[in-house]
């Protein structure tokens, strides 16, 4: 059975670290271009952050995130991390991770369009 299961998510200080995980079971993750999305109260969910799926794995952030967020694959673990550095208030929400409806693709976007498979998401509070 197809599954992502994201985890990590937590109440975090302004300026603080989160390690946001996505752990698929059902096939191997590493096949997928795989997209982080966030969703505030009262707001439209929003890419994030997404990864290719062929070595080495295109990588693109959203303007918001960029040179604070890094995404990377743990093929070993069948998993996606999200590393979130510099954490504010504006970054709070739920945190969701989606699949690639296409296999092997090398390019990826952070449009809703493409993900066919999602996680049900962790809550990131960024607050003092």
């Known amino acids: 059975q197809l599954q992502l299961v994201e985890s990590g998510g937590a109440l975090v200080l302004p300026g603080g670290s989160l390690r946001l995980s996505c752990a698929a079971s059902?096939?191997?993750?590493?096949?997928?271009?795989v997209g982080w999305f966030r969703q505030a109260p009262g707001k439209e969910r929003e890419g994030v952050a997404c990864?290719?799926?062929?070595?080495?794995?295109?990588?693109n952030y959203a303007s918001s995130v960029l040179g604070r967020f890094t995404i990377s694959r743990d093929n070993a673990k069948n998993t996606v991390t999200l590393q979130m550095n510099r954490l504010k208030p504006e970054d709070s929400g739920v945190y969701y991770c989606?699949?690639?409806?296409?296999?092997?693709?090398?390019?990826?976007?952070?449009?809703?369009?493409?993900?066919?498979?999602w996680g049900q998401g962790t809550q990131v509070t960024v607050s003092s």
């Open positions: 989606a699949r690639d409806w296409r296999i092997h693709a090398e390019n990826c976007a952070l449009w809703q369009g493409r993900y066919n498979s």
């Open positions: 059902g096939f191997t993750l590493e096949d997928y271009a």
């Open positions: 990864i290719g799926a062929v070595r080495p794995s295109m990588t």
